[in-house]
Structure formats: C-alpha cells, structure tokens
C-alpha cells in the first residue's frame, strides 16, 4: 500500500516534497494536487518510469503524456517557443492551460515517440511547482484516474489505484464544484500566431481571451480534428 502524505499544512509541506522528491528520483510514480485535478507524476526522462504511468492508468500507449515544468522560462528547454510573443506565456501560465508545442531534443524520446509535439504545463500549485523545481527535471503528468474513467477531485475517488503508487500525496477535495473535472484546457502553438483549442477544459474563454489579445487567429475546424484524434483519439 502506497503512504497517504499530506501537503495541505505548512508544517508537513517540507518532508513531503522531500519524501517526493525521493520517489521521483527512484524512478517511482506517486499522485498529487494540481490547480485541477489529482494527478500521477513520474520523471520524464526515465523511460522505465513513463511505462509504469501507462501500465498502473491502463492508458492507451498511443495517447500522449503532458510534461510538467516549473516556470515559463524552462518551457523553452522541452517545447520549442521561440515564435511566441513576448509576454504569452506568462499570462498564460501558471494556470489550468497546457501548451502543446513542437518538441525540442532535450525531451526524453521515449516519451511519445513517433510524436513531434509535447504539451507543457505549469499548474498553479506551489508543491508541483517546487517539486519540478527541486529535480531539475520534467515530470510526466497525467490524470489520477484509470483509463476511461472520470477525472478525480479527491484521493478517495483513485483508491484502486493506490497499491500501485509510492506515494499519494493529497490537500484534500480540490475545487468546489464539478467543473475542475474539464481539467486544464489544451491548446496548441506550434504555428505561428495560430491557436486551436484540443480540449476545452476549465478555462477556455480566459485561454481564447489571452491569445486572441495578442492577435492569435484559430484554426480551421478540419486541422483541429486532425490534431485531437492524435491526441485525444
């Protein structure tokens, strides 16, 4: 059974990213609170790692996992960013917002191959944020669900899963209502003052609002599909 780690009192936060930190380093995959929903983390560069999310999800080998980064400026080491706007990304993120760009070659090519693009987060959570920040490292980051099956906003919601996982590291019920469970929106950047929305999620309009400020136009409809169903198919 997988140790139950709270990180929602001050007092505790230290030990338990040091204790996260351990298991990440080991090549384990533990859960944890993002802006969202609760998550399954794994280090990004540790193939054997990435296998073990997909076996313990029973995820699908051909969906994409997103990376988790600590701030914007270490986008740029994974996702190639270099013909945004100045100013984009730091009104974006952090936020419920994932970031699909041209991958770099710094990235893990285990992690999605056959892929050319990754989506990058940065989750407004301080234990996320300083978990990343503390390995040097990208997380892999996906939904603490099993495959199919709903988001989930509390730990008790994934207890199948937790045999599976070093750790489960919790703040409690995340959100106050169901709309957490849209999860962040994901949104592509790989064309240059283009956007196209992959998924919804819970923060659309806010998302639509920033690019189309700085005069990002969407995509045609068809592109849009083509992209989802590798994603999301």
């Known amino acids: 059974m997988s140790s139950l780690i709270s990180v929602a009192e001050f007092k505790w936060f230290p030990a338990a990213l040091e204790i996260a930190a351990r298991f990440i380093s080991e090549g384990k995959v533990i859960a944890l609170p993002t802006d969202t929903v609760y998550g399954l983390a794994a280090a990004a560069q540790n193939t054997q790692a990435i296998r073990q999310v997909y076996k313990i999800k029973g995820r699908d080998q051909k969906k994409p996992l997103a990376i988790c980064v600590d701030s914007v400026k270490s986008v740029s080491c994974w996702g190639k ?5 100045s100013g984009l990304l730091d009104a974006l ?8 760009l041209e991958r770099t070659s710094s990235l893990n090519p285990e992690l999605n191959p056959g892929i050319d693009k990754v989506g990058i987060r940065i989750p407004d959570s301080e234990f996320v944020l300083q978990l990343c920040r503390r390995l040097g490292t990208p997380l892999a980051l996906t939904s603490a669900n099993a495959s199919n099956k709903p ?5 008790e919601e994934f207890r ?4 599976h996982l070093a750790g489960v590291f919790h703040s409690g019920r995340i959100g106050d209502s169901a709309s957490f ?5 994901v949104v592509d950047l790989s064309v240059p003052w283009k956007y196209h929305i992959l998924r919804p999620g819970s923060a659309l309009a806010s998302t639509k609002a920033v690019l189309e ?9 068809y592109f849009t599909l083509k992209l989802q169903e590798t994603y999301f198919g």
Do not use: K
Request: with cysteine.
């Open 93 to 100: 993120l952090p936020g419920p917002v994932t970031i699909v």
């Open 81 to 85: 960013a270099n013909n945004l706007p």
């Open 213 to 221: 400020h700085f005069a990002f136009v969407e995509h045609d409809e």
């Open 151 to 155: 988001s989930c906003l509390d730990p």
């Open 160 to 163: 199948s899963l937790w045999p």
């Open 181 to 185: 469970r849209a999860g962040s929106t």
